[in-house]
């Protein structure tokens, strides 16, 4: 078995610097009023990754710190964990640490291995359950009782369970896309039509990739026709000359001339022969170009028909690059994207169609799925009352009744379950409140309104007695479960835990001694006050040292033959039940 074995406590509260001894079975721990016994409650926490509060850190300190010693079952999941998150063991046992700063950090130790916090959470799902006064108010809730019969109805309800909450996640899904789809038609649709007003407009003009390039190209050529062609006739003229003027000199006739000076004498000297061939390739040079200007001109068009063509085709097409792009290339990217985006709307209403039958279908499975875990938890509720009520018998209680109301409210938009359609949620449709009947007569009432804070102790620590038989855990952490209860009653509690401790490891902080009494040891947190530094200690009580406490909690006094006798006798009281 599991047991926590060791814990170290540093700077936290009152508490300096205190080391608790625990031992399996049953351990109580108790001290006067403020002398630190909920910090024993709070280191643990935070070894099993509570939260981390700076306030907890002892004024002047830097940092409050809690150690661990922790002895695993060899092969048990939490030794399995541990190893994967890296944590290696010490003969068997986990060394687990957390430091909390003055200044609110925190950080966690596992194995000698920094390791997120919430890997000390998901260990002590499995380690330990801790119960204190804040626990019982979360018994009062109802979705608590829920969660506390759905862990005692076990794979009854975990299997249907799991399948709900997949469907539950996949309707809810589906409900916010149908939603989102049917909300926006409207403006689904005027995008639709504004894409399609768009794309009509561009495939009405039909534009080419680069025509609007080459437009406005052509469009500067005719446009500047005659001044093109009586350039071209001049540049002409002037290398090929005019035929209508014999006398006029032109740059062919010239440069042949100085062709054929230098072809005579070429052959006297290389370097102007070299010059010669370079002038001779101006002379072809000069005649292509010059040919090449009389074809342009016979070429020129100036139909200004074709013109007025051309702009007007222009003007079409920069009346599209005036919406959908900066010029025609933009413009047939924006369709071909417009056109997908389309094809999308236009899908959507197939797609409403689809998603309004999955949800249906949906809604029907989780009727179904609802029905199953109403009628594991009603099959549940009825064993889970029965176990609880026969513990509250042995707790004082003996004639007090526990039932579960399990019910269901009517909701017009909900699923149908048992022939109604009621209100679902993520864990189903139903709505679980545990009931008490304290005495024969009294009628069942919601235990938030029915039942004392004594009364409330004894029934949760029933409800933690029957998942040990059922779901046990190592070890039990109860923080003052005696609250309000004294007297016979709690004898009654003191023995109970006394039972409980057979299987488990029960760790209780109680001001009770008839609890006390019945413990395997007791510890006493006890502070002393040097004048300046509030110290805590913790010392195992034994012999004589125990009955002085006992006799403390039962008188206020220590030696009161009164309260010893009293001390003495809960003690052979416990040993007897022993």
Same mark, same amino acid.
């Given at each position: 078995?599991?047991?926590?074995?060791?814990? @170290?406590?540093?700077?936290?509260?009152?508490?300096?610097?205190?080391?608790?001894?625990?031992?399996?079975?049953?351990?109580?721990?108790?001290?006067?009023?403020?002398?630190?016994?909920?910090?024993?409650?709070?280191? /643990?926490?935070?070894?099993?990754?509570?939260?981390?509060?700076?306030?907890?850190?002892?004024?002047?300190?830097?940092?409050?710190?809690?150690? !661990?010693?922790?002895?695993? @079952?060899?092969?048990?999941?939490?030794?399995? &964990?541990? #190893?994967?998150?890296?944590?290696?063991?010490?003969?068997?046992?986990?060394?687990?640490?957390?430091?909390?700063?003055?200044?609110?950090?925190?950080?966690?130790?596992?194995?000698?291995?920094?390791?997120?916090?919430?890997?000390?959470?998901?260990?002590?799902?499995?380690?330990?359950?801790?119960?204190?006064?804040?626990?019982?108010?979360?018994?009062?809730?109802?979705?608590?009782?829920? #969660?506390?019969?759905?862990?005692?109805?076990?794979?009854?309800?975990?299997?249907?369970?799991?399948?709900?909450?997949?469907?539950?996640?996949?309707?809810? *899904?589906?409900?916010?896309?149908?939603?989102?789809?049917?909300?926006?038609?409207?403006? +689904?649709?005027?995008?639709?039509?504004?894409? &399609?007003?768009?794309?009509?407009?561009?495939?009405?003009?039909?534009?080419?990739?680069?025509?609007?390039?080459?437009?406005?190209?052509?469009?500067?050529?005719?446009?500047?026709?005659?001044?093109?062609?009586?350039?071209?006739?001049?540049?002409?003229?002037?290398?090929?000359?005019?035929?209508?003027?014999?006398?006029?000199?032109?740059?062919?006739?010239?440069?042949?001339?100085?062709?054929?000076?230098?072809?005579?004498?070429?052959?006297?000297?290389?370097?102007?022969?070299?010059?010669?061939?370079?002038?001779?390739?101006?002379?072809?040079?000069?005649?292509?170009?010059?040919?090449?200007?009389?074809?342009?001109? %016979? %070429?020129?068009?100036?139909?200004?028909?074709?013109?007025?063509?051309? #702009?007007?085709?222009?003007?079409? /097409?920069?009346?599209?690059? @005036?919406?959908?792009?900066?010029?025609?290339?933009?413009?047939?990217?924006?369709?071909?994207?417009?056109?997908?985006? $389309?094809?999308? /709307?236009?899908?959507?209403?197939?797609?409403?169609?689809?998603?309004?039958?999955? +949800?249906?279908?949906?809604?029907?499975?989780?009727?179904?799925?609802?029905?199953?875990?109403?009628?594991?938890?009603?099959?549940?509720?009825?064993?889970?009352?029965?176990?609880?009520?026969?513990?509250?018998?042995?707790?004082?209680?003996?004639?007090?009744?526990? =039932?579960?109301?399990?019910?269901?409210?009517?909701?017009? %938009?909900?699923?149908?379950?048992?022939?109604?359609?009621?209100?679902?949620?993520?864990?189903?449709?139903?709505?679980?409140?545990?009931?008490?009947?304290?005495?024969?007569?009294?009628?069942? +009432?919601?235990?938030?309104?029915?039942?004392?804070?004594?009364?409330?102790?004894?029934?949760? $620590?029933?409800?933690?007695?029957?998942?040990?038989?059922?779901?046990?855990?190592?070890?039990?952490?109860?923080?003052?479960?005696?609250?309000?209860?004294?007297?016979?009653?709690?004898?009654?509690?003191?023995?109970?835990?006394?039972?409980?401790?057979? =299987?488990?490891?029960?760790?209780?902080?109680?001001?009770?001694?008839?609890? *006390?009494?019945?413990?395997?040891?007791?510890?006493?947190?006890?502070?002393?006050?040097?004048?300046?530094?509030?110290?805590?200690?913790?010392?195992?009580?034994? !012999? #004589?040292?125990?009955?002085?406490?006992?006799?403390?909690?039962?008188?206020?006094?220590?030696?009161?033959?009164?309260?010893?006798?009293?001390?003495?006798?809960?003690?052979?009281?416990?040993?007897?039940?022993?």
């Amino acid at each position: 078995m599991s047991v926590l074995e060791e814990m @170290r406590i540093r700077s936290l509260g009152v508490i300096d610097d205190a080391v608790v001894e625990l031992s399996p079975g049953f351990t109580a721990v108790t001290g006067e009023t403020g002398a630190g016994k909920t910090m024993v409650v709070t280191s /643990l926490g935070l070894l099993l990754g509570g939260r981390a509060d700076p306030a907890l850190v002892r004024i002047g300190a830097k940092a409050a710190v809690v150690e !661990g010693r922790i002895a695993l @079952r060899p092969g048990s999941s939490a030794v399995l &964990r541990a #190893e994967e998150a890296g944590a290696e063991l010490d003969e068997g046992a986990l060394l687990v640490s957390r430091t909390v700063s003055a200044e609110g950090r925190s950080r966690a130790f596992l194995g000698g291995r920094s390791v997120p916090v919430g890997v000390l959470a998901e260990l002590a799902d499995e380690l330990v359950a801790v119960h204190g006064q804040t626990d019982q108010q979360g018994l009062l809730r109802p979705a608590r009782q829920r #969660e506390a019969l759905d862990r005692y109805a076990g794979d009854a309800v975990a299997g249907p369970l799991a399948k709900y909450a997949e469907a539950y996640r996949r309707l809810r *899904a589906v409900a916010g896309e149908l939603e989102e789809l049917t909300t926006r038609a409207r403006e +689904r649709a005027q995008e639709a039509d504004l894409l &399609r007003f768009g794309l009509d407009e561009i495939a009405a003009v039909e534009p080419l990739p680069g025509e609007d390039a080459e437009l406005a190209a052509e469009a500067g050529r005719l446009g500047h026709a005659e001044a093109l062609a009586s350039a071209a006739a001049v540049a002409h003229a002037a290398l090929a000359g005019n035929p209508e003027d014999p006398e006029s000199v032109d740059a062919t006739t010239l440069v042949a001339g100085a062709h054929r000076a230098l072809e005579a004498v070429r052959s006297h000297d290389p370097a102007l022969a070299a010059l010669a061939e370079r002038i001779g390739e101006v002379a072809i040079l000069l005649g292509d170009v010059a040919g090449e200007l009389a074809g342009y001109a %016979d %070429d020129l068009d100036a139909d200004p028909l074709r013109l007025a063509a051309v #702009e007007e085709r222009r003007a079409a /097409l920069t009346a599209l690059t @005036r919406k959908y792009g900066e010029d025609i290339a933009a413009v047939l990217a924006w369709a071909q994207e417009g056109s997908a985006r $389309l094809t999308e /709307l236009d899908g959507d209403d197939g797609r409403i169609e689809e998603l309004t039958a999955e +949800r249906d279908g949906l809604r029907s499975e989780l009727s179904v799925l609802a029905q199953e875990l109403t009628d594991a938890r009603t099959e549940a509720a009825a064993r889970f009352a029965e176990a609880v009520t026969a513990e509250l018998a042995s707790l004082a209680m003996p004639h007090a009744r526990v =039932s579960f109301a399990v019910g269901q409210s009517e909701d017009p %938009d909900g699923v149908e379950v048992g022939g109604r359609t009621v209100a679902y949620g993520p864990t189903g449709a139903d709505e679980v409140e545990l009931l008490l009947a304290p005495h024969p007569g009294a009628p069942a +009432r919601p235990i938030a309104k029915g039942a004392s804070g004594g009364e409330l102790s004894r029934v949760m $620590l029933a409800v933690e007695v029957v998942f040990a038989g059922t779901d046990p855990v190592p070890t039990y952490l109860f923080d003052e479960v005696d609250a309000g209860v004294g007297g016979k009653a709690a004898v009654e509690i003191g023995r109970r835990l006394a039972k409980l401790a057979k =299987s488990a490891q029960v760790v209780v902080v109680t001001h009770l001694p008839q609890v *006390a009494a019945f413990a395997d040891r007791q510890l006493l947190v006890e502070k002393t006050n040097d004048g300046t530094v509030t110290r805590s200690g913790v010392t195992v009580l034994e !012999g #004589e040292d125990r009955v002085r406490e006992l006799s403390r909690m039962l008188a206020g006094q220590e030696d009161s033959e009164t309260a010893r006798a009293h001390a003495e006798e809960l003690l052979a009281t416990a040993r007897a039940d022993g």
